[in-house]
C-alpha cells in the first residue's frame, strides 16, 4: 500500500484537481472532519496517565489554522525519573522473562488496534502535524500498522549460535535485550518514526521511556492507550511530553538508562551523543539530518524524472529527512527539467489538509516556517534563479508554495544545508564522474537518487556515492525490512529491518568445560580472560569418567589393569605412558593378594570403588597445584627434592619425599637423564670410531710403544674393576640396613644419591627446599642493575677495559631472545670479543650470560650450546669450574646449593667432561686458578657439596665402560 501511494503521488500532481480528488477518493474510504476529539494530553506512566508533577503543561496548536488544539502536560526531571523507574522495574519483572511468542502477540493486537481506530488516528496526524488527511491514512498509519506486525513476528526468532573452539569446550551465544530505552522521535512521521522505535525495542524484551516532539504530541498519547487495551504490563511502555532542552536531554543523560534511539537533526543528535555518556555508556542510534542528492541524467525518461523528483522533494511539504534537494541534472536536458519542474511544482494544490484533493500542506510551525523563508531570502541574494514558488501561500497558517531555484552552485547555502521545507536545488553537471565527486562533497550521507535508462550507469553511481540509501528511478520507497540510515553525519546505526534489530539487543558468551558424557554446569563455573583462571569446582579440570579395572592372570601372576588409563590421562591432560607408570605404580604400592579367592584386590575391595579413592589421592598429591588447586603443573628436580612448578600461577611448591611413588617418579627422572647423556656418549663415541676408521693410525707407530700402551690399558682396568668392587659391597651394606617392605629394590644400583627417608632427613630437605625458594625469590627481586659482574681484582688481561666493553655490549645483546647460532655469530662480529685472549673470552662469556636470575630460574640450558664451542681443552674447563664455584660461593651465597645441580647440568649437556670434574674435586686443580680462589672452609663445604654427585658420576661411568666392554 506505500508503494501504491508513492507511485500514484507523481501521477496526481500533473493531474487536474478534479482528476485528484477522484484519485484519492478512489484510495479514501470517506471524507474526514477537522472536527477530532483530543482525548488524552497527560503523561503516560506505568500504564497511567499523569499530570505533571508541578501541573505545568504547553500548548499545541494546527499548523493550518495557527489555532490552539489542547494544553499537554509538561514532564518535569522527576517525571522523567518516575518513567525511568516504571520501566526498570519492568524490565526486571515479567517483561523480560515472558515468553517471546507472548510479546509478539501483544505487539500484532497493537497492530490490529491501530489498524482498527485509523481513521481517527488519521485525522489527529492531520490536524496536530499539518499532513493531506490522504496521506495520514494510507501512508503514516498503515506504515505504522505494518511495521510492528513485522516485528511482532520477530519475537520467538532471535536466538545465538553455537561457535566451534578448541580443547573440550562448549560455546554458543545468547541475545539479550540491552534494557530501558530511551526514545526521542521527531515530528515529521511522529505515528511511523514512534513504531520504528517501539516495534525493535519491544519484541526484543526492552522497555521504553519515549518523548514525542512538543509539537505533534497526541497520537503517542492516543497510541498509549491502545497500548493498555492491548494488555502491555505495567511500566514496559512509558510517554514523556515536553521540550527537548527538559525533558529530552535528562532522558539522555539519565544514569539508568542504557539506550537512547533519537531521530531529528544533526545538531541535536551531536548534543544527545555528548550528554548520553556523562554518567554511562549508553548503546545509541541516531537518525539524523540529510542533504540528498537526486541525479538525472540526460537518457532518462523525462517524465519519470519530473515524477520522481517532486515525490522525492516535495512529499509531506519537504518535511522528509531523505528528501533529494540537491538535483543535479546532466547539460543535455537542463533547461527542459528546470522548465517543466517549475510547472510541475505550481500545479500543486494547497489547502486545507482535511480537504481529500489537498496535495501540499502547511509547515509544522512558526519557527520552522521562518527558517524556511530565509533560506529562500538567501538562495536569491547568492545569486540562484528562483522559476517558482518562494511565498507564503495563504494569509493564515505555515504555508509555503512549493519553490524551485535552477543555476545552484555548491558554495550557496541552499545547496549545502539541509533547509526541512519545499525548496528544490537545481544544479548542471556534464559527466557522470563529476556529479559522483559532488554528490559526496557533503556532510551528509543519508540518501540518494538516480534516474537513468543505462544499468551501467546507474550501478556506478550507486557504488560510487556515499549514502545509506540509494533510489534508481523511483524515491522514497521504505518497507519495514528495509535498513534505513545514514553515512557521516547523516547518523549512527540502522534502523528498520534486522539490522534495526539487532541495535536493541547485546550479546552474550557462554563457556562451559565438556567431558565428553556431560557438563557440570551446575557444579562449576568457568570464566577465561586474558588467561585468568577462575573457578569454582577445584576439580574442573579432570572430570572423567568412573575408573575401570579389570583381573589378569591367576596365582603369582595376577595383575590389576585399569581398563581406560588412556581416558584418564586425557582428562588429566597428561600424557598416558605418565598416568600408566606412575598411577599404575601407586595402585600396586596400595595392593594385596588374597589367596582364598584367588584375585588381587585393593585394600580389601573386589570392585574399583577403593581405586577410584586411589586415583583421587594420586591427583590430589602428584597432579594438582597445592596453590592454586588447578592441575597444570611438571615435575621440577633440584638435587634431592622435587618440586611441582605451576603453569597457572606460577608457584613451586614440595612434593612429599617421604612417599615411595616419590622415590620411584626420581628414580625414572634420574635414569631417563642417565640414559640421555649415555646415548649422547654412545654416539659420540661411534662418531670416533668412524673417523679412526676413515684415518688409520700410521703403520710407523712402533711395537714399543703399542705394548706400553697396551700395558696401561690392562692396569687402569684392574684399577677400575677393584673400584666397583668396592662401591658394590657398599651398596649392599645399605639395602641390607633399609625397610624392604618399601618400593621394590631391583633398581637399588640405580639410586642417585641416595634419598634418606627418615623423619630428620626429610625434614632437613624440606628447610633446603625453602631456603632454595628464598634466594630464587630474592635473586629474581634484585635490581636490574646487580647483573653478575664477577669481581676479578686478580683477573689477569692485558686490557681490563676491553674486557669490560665486551660484557657489556654483549649483555645488551642477549636482552633479547636469540638462538645459539646468532649468539655465537654475534660474538665472532664483535671486535672488542674477537680482540681478546682465548682464555679471556670465557669470561666474557659468562659474565655477561650467567646472572643469579639465570641460574634461579634454571634456564642455564639454553647457553650450554655456545659453551661447547667456546671450550676449548681442559683448561677451558678448569677455567669454567672456576668461575661457577666463585659465581655460587663469593657472589651470590644465596645459590650455593644450586652449585652441584649447575655442575650436573654442564656435565649432561656434554659441556664438562667426567675428567675434569673428577680432577678438580680431588686432585687439588682449584688451587692453580688462585685469582679466582675460595677460602678453605668454602672449599671445604664446596666438596661436600659435590661428593654425591662425583660418587654418583663414577658409578654411573664404570657401569657405562662395562656395558660397552660386554
Known sequence: MQRQILRRLPRTIARSSTAAKAASTSLLSRQFSAQVPVKQTNLFI???????????????????????????????????????????????????????????????????????????????????????????KVLDVQACVNVLRYYAGWADKIHGSTIPIPGPYLCYTKQEPVGVCGQIIPWNFPLIMMSWKLGPALTTGNTVVLKPAEQTSLTALR?????????????????????????????????????????????????????????????VTLELGGKSANIILDDADIDLAIRQSQVGLFLNAGQVCISGSRVYVQEGIYDEFVRRSAEAAQSMKIGDPFDLTTQHGPQVDGAQFKKIMGYIEAGQKDGARLVSGGKQWGSKGYFIEPTVFADVTEDMSIAREEIFGPVMSIIKFKSIDEVIKRANNSEFGLGAGVVTSNLDNAIKISNGVRTGTVYVNCYTVIEPNTPFGG??????????????????????????????????????SFMNIAGTQSVDDPEYRYRMPRLMAKIEGRGNGIKTLVVNCADIATSLHRSTAEVCKFFGTELGAQSKYDEKTDRAIVNGAFDASVMQQHLSKYIEGFVLCPSCRLPETKYKFKGQLIFHKCYACGAVDPVDMNHKLTTFIFKEHTAAKRGTKDDKKKKKEKKEKKKSHDEPEEESSTKEKKEKKEKKDKKDKKDKKDKKDKKKKHHKEKSADKDTSGADDDDDDDVVWHTDLSAEAVAARAAE??????AAAAAMEASAAEEVVATLDN????????????????????????????????????????????????????????????????????????????????????QLLALTEHFCAVEHPALLTSYPILLKLLYDEDVLEEESLVAWATNGVRKEYAHWAVTDELAEKLNALLKPFIEWLENAEEESEDEDDE
Open 769 to 774: 627446599a625453602e631456603a632454595i625458594e628464598a
Open 46 to 136: 506505568n500504564n497511567k496517565f499523569v499530570p505533571s508533577s508541578t501541573g505545568a503543561t504547553f500548548d499545541t496548536f494546527n499548523p493550518a489554522t495557527e489555532e490552539k488544539i489542547a494544553s499537554v502536560a509538561e514532564a518535569t526531571p522527576a517525571d522523567v525519573d518516575a518513567a525511568v523507574s516504571a520501566a526498570r522495574t519492568a524490565f526486571e519483572g515479567p517483561w523480560r522473562t515472558m515468553d517471546a511468542a507472548q510479546r509478539g502477540r501483544l505487539l500484532y493486537t497493537l497492530a490490529d488496534l491501530i489498524e482498527k481506530n485509523a481513521d481517527e488516528l488519521a485525522q489527529l496526524e492531520s490536524l496536530d502535524a499539518g499532513k493531506p488527511t490522504f496521506l495520514t
Open 795 to 878: 683477573l689477569q688481561v692485558d686490557d681490563e677495559n676491553a674486557l669490560d666493553s665486551a660484557v657489556s655490549n654483549l649483555k645488551c645483546y642477549l636482552e633479547s631472545s636469540h638462538s645459539e647460532t646468532e649468539i655465537f655469530e654475534e660474538l665472532c662480529r664483535q671486535q672488542t670479543y674477537a680482540a681478546l685472549p682465548v682464555t679471556d673470552r670465557l669470561v666474557v662469556f659468562f659474565r655477561a650470560a650467567f646472572t643469579d636470575q639465570v641460574l634461579a630460574s634454571n634456564q642455564v640450558s639454553k647457553y650450554t650450546p655456545v659453551l661447547e664451542k667456546i671450550i676449548e681443552g681442559q683448561h677451558s674447563q678448569y
Open 487 to 524: 553515512f557521516k553525519n547523516s547518523g549512527i546505526g540502522r534502523e528498520q529491518g534486522e539490522l534495526g534489530l539487532r541495535n536493541y539487543l547485546e550479546n552474550k558468551t557462554f563457556l562451559s568445560i565438556w567431558d565428553g558424557d556431560y557438563v557440570e554446569s551446575n557444579k562449576m
Open 223 to 283: 497510541v498509549a492507550e491502545l497500548i493498555v487495551e492491548a494488555g502491555f504490563p505495567e511500566g514496559v511502555v512509558n510517554i514523556v511530553t515536553g521540550g527537548g532542552a527538559t525533558v529530552g536531554a535528562h532522558l539522555a543523560q539519565h544514569p539508568n538508562v542504557d539506550k537512547i534511539a533519537f531521530t531529528g537533526s544533526t545538531e541535536t543528535g551531536l548534543n544527545i551523543m555528548r550528554s548520553s555518556h556523562v554518567d554511562n555508556l549508553k548503546r
